[in-house]
Structures are given as structure tokens and as C-alpha cells.
């Protein structure tokens, strides 16, 4: 039986740079996960009798919200769900299956990096068609269905058996449960020399691979361990929990600490890699080296022809405006087109899509390509480690060649967790007022060739998007940018992201924060971080 639910709107359910995330405790209001799927199968049009794709990266509440989508899907009159086994899926995985059994689209359970546990925060994403996040008009249909929302459609049936790979029927719609890894590993296999890589493994080549005890476990364990050979124990921390083991599953410098000081160490093994709650981000580190996001952007794309996959070369980059402007050398050099996208990886989708772009990234930690519309961890992992068996060098050979090659670009980010709302909108719009004025005292003798708010114009859809990021640019390439995050569910997040290029390989060397520190003060002053926020530090820095 459908049954048909009265509800009232909740104020607060407008989407960010990737789907609606709230605390927990937040969605487990009567109705709130409710009335946002409704919502967003009320901006579907043509969906009836068609597939849908549903799965989570395995945190607290994921399964009851898998129950609960299943069910509305039937009531809402998809002909057939797909869900991945135990309610699970990385949000690659799930681009992939969209794709490759042509579903209308899919809702993907994740809060992301964002710890988990019942204090912890959840997320619900849509994903369209093409297997990449609903872009910008799909989410405003979204919100704007969520402020005058009435009734919610759900069928009255016992819970699906999520764990039993099988098929079954809610209310007239088909449910197949199913593998969530077999059909990514057919793809990975596809893309990249399994036999360079397994090659490697059979040699002296050691590697540790960090799940952060999120959804990449059973996939890195099938991949690496059982089909490439890696030694048992090459992936730690490989069973998904709904609370990440009271960690932090964000594959960066500070919650990936214990990978870091691993690979620092005497005995390091040859190649370090991470990812985060849901799979798509990626963190590489070799023996003495940590890669930057934006480094490895760069790095993939200049040897992405070593991979089968893509092997007759690349069309175009794109990265994100804040992503250092690394890949852009690449770029010049191929003859190719770097495209500079807003933050988020809905951005990608059109210019993936339209054959324009091959490989993009951001420098948060997410790299990806053509083979799905979603960042992917365990592909960065699996194409830097057939670049690594191709050319037979050392990530740190590979990456200090490449600045010598293409110069280096230091690089970082510095976060401001937490920051009450008011405060962070204030400093903003202080910086906005900044803007345009050729001579600020706070620069010092930096030069400055321009400041704006970034803007995007796709060259697909033709789509603006406005109020993307403040960018202090200067003459000689360093840049400075803020921006407020748009995934954060507590108070408000300042990013700053600061960057310097260096030609000169004689100066090449060193720690980003010693050689950037001029840049950093002035970013501080510029903003007036300390006396704005009171933070005398960032939270995080990357
Ligand atoms: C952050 C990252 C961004 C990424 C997003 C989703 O968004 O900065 O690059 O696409 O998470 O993983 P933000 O919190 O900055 O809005
Ligand atoms: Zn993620």
C-alpha cells in the first residue's frame, strides 16, 4: 500500500557544494530525510517505471535512510532500485553504476570527510543520469520544493534484506541488491596495466594503503591485496564502521597523521595512499614526500598517457579556481585547454560530458576523469601506482622531475573551523569591499595585477554562477583566495588558500609554510583574521 504523509517544510534544507549535510541527530527529526527525498523526486520529471541507484558509505543512519529511500522510490514510482549490498557504495562506485546500467539517477548517502557516529554528520546527495551531482538548477528545484512541501509518498512494506544479494519487490518495484565492488573493479581494470602493477607487487615494492575504516576497505582489499597481489595487510583499517572508529575520515596531513609519520620514516614503504568516508578523495604520499592535491593534478595529467585508459592522451583539464595553477603548465605545454571551475565537483560534469575535459581536480584532495562524473580516491591511487611500475622511478624522483620540468607551485590551505557565522560573513564582505582598490596597505610591496569575485560562465549550458571565491591576484603569479566552505554543519568555515610559483629548481626545496610565509602574513592582515575571528591560528592546514 502507498501511503501518503502529511508534512510541514523545514526551513533549512537548501543543498551545498555537495547535497544537504546535517548532524545526525539533525535528520533523525520526524520527517526531515522524508521531506528532502520527497523534494527531490518532486523536481523529477520521466522517472516513472525507470532505475535508481541507492547506496551509502556505511556511517551512522545510513541503513535507515536506505530503507526509507527504497521505499518512497517505490511509492514515488521508479520501476527499479539498485542498491549495493549492506546499504553500501563509494560515491564513485555509484557514479559508475548510473552509468553503466543507464539509471535515471541515484541518491548517494555521505556526509563525505565529515566524521560519523551518532553525534556525527550524514548527507543526502543526488546524482543525475550522467552519474555526476545534480548541477545547480536541479538543486534549486530541490530547495524550493523542500520550503513548501506538504505530503511525503511512501509504500507500506517491511524492510528490504540488505544484506542478501538477491532481488525482491517493494509495491511493484524491482530491488536488486548487488556487489557494490565488482562492477568499479571491471572498470579499473579497463582504464589501467594491471600486469605493470601486479609486476611490482611480485618485486621488492611495498605499499600501505589507510581505508580510515571508511568505504574504500572492501574495495582497496579486493583490488590491491586480492587481484594486484599486494601483500595482506597492505590495506589498514579496511573495515567500513558507521563511526570511522571515532576517527576523522579525511585523508589530509592531520587525520592521515599516522600514514604520514609511516612514510617519513627509516623503513617507509615505497608508495602511501588514503581515502576518505565516501571514496572519492585521495591522499598520496611516497617514501620522504607528500604529494599536494594540486601537485598530483598535474603530475596525473602529464603522465595520464601511460595508463591503457588513456593512452591516446587527454582532451583538457580542469580544476577547481582555489587548485593551484600546477596543471595549467601541464596544460600549456600539451596543447591543451585548463579550465578554472568554481568549487565542487558539479562543475566537472558539463565540460566531462561535452569531451572537453579529461582529468580534473581540486585541491582538496579529490582527482578524476572521464570514466565517471564523480572525484575517485582508489583511481588516483591505481594511476599514480601504473605511472610509478611504467616509469620505475620513486614518487619523489617523479615529482622533483616534474617541478624541474614545469616549475613548482608551493601551495596551502589554511582553515578556520567553526567560526560563528556572523563573524566569517562580516570578514567577507570586508574583503569585498577591498576589492578593485589598486593600493592596500596590508599588501606591502606586493604588486597586486588584480582582485576579483570569482565568476563562472560554463561553456556548455552556458550557466553563471556568481560569488564563487575573493582572489587577490598578483604580478608576479602568487595568488591569495577566501572563501566560506559550503559542507560544513557547524557555524562557518573560512578557507584561505595560498599559492607562489618558483621557476628556479634551485629553489625548489623546502616546506611550503617557510616559503610562502611572507604571502601567509600578508593573508592575515588583508582579512583581519585575528581581530574578526579571534583565531590567532588555523584549525587545519593542509
Ligand atoms: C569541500 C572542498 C571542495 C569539495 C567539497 C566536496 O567543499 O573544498 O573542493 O568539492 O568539499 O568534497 P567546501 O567545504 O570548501 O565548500
Ligand atoms: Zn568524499
Known sequence: MIKTIPTKPFPDQKPGTSGLRK?????????????????????????????????????FHNREVIQTAIKMAAANGFGRVLVGQGGLLSTPAASNVIRKHKAFGGIVLSASHNPGGPDGDFGIKYNISNGGPAPEKITEAIFANSKKIERYLIADAPDVALDRIGTSEVEGMRVQIFDPVADYQALMEQLFDFDVIRDMFAGTFRMRFDAMHAITGPYAKAILEKTLGAAEGTVVNGIPLPDFGGHHPDPNLVYAKDLYDRMMAKDAPDFGAASDGDGDRNLIIGRNIYVTPSDSLALLAANAHLAPGYAKGIAGIARSMPTSMAADRVAEQM????????????????????????ICGEESAGTGSNHVREKDGLWAVLLWLNIVGRRKESVENIVFQHWREYGRNFYTRHDYEAVDAERANGLMKNLKDQLGKPNLPALGNKALKGSDDFAYHDPVDNSDTKGQGIRFLFKDGSRIIYRLSGTGTEGATLRVYIERYEPDPAKQGGDPQTALSDLIQIARNLAEIEPRT??????VIT
Do not use: M
Open 335 to 358: 596543447k591543451i585547454k585548463c579550465y578554472e571551475t568554481p568549487t565542487g565537483w558539479k562543475f566537472f560534469g558539463n565540460l566531462l560530458d561535452a569531451g572537453l575535459a579529461t
Open 534 to 539: 579571534g583565531r590567532s591560528a588555523p584549525s
Open 23 to 59: 548532524k545526525v541527530p539533525v535528520f533523525q527529526q520526524k520527517n526531515y530525510a522524508e521531506n528532502f527525498i520527497q523534494s527531490i523526486f518532486d523536481s523529477l520529471e520521466g522517472h516513472r517505471g525507470k532505475t535508481l541507484v541507492i547506496g551509502g558509505d556505511g556511517r
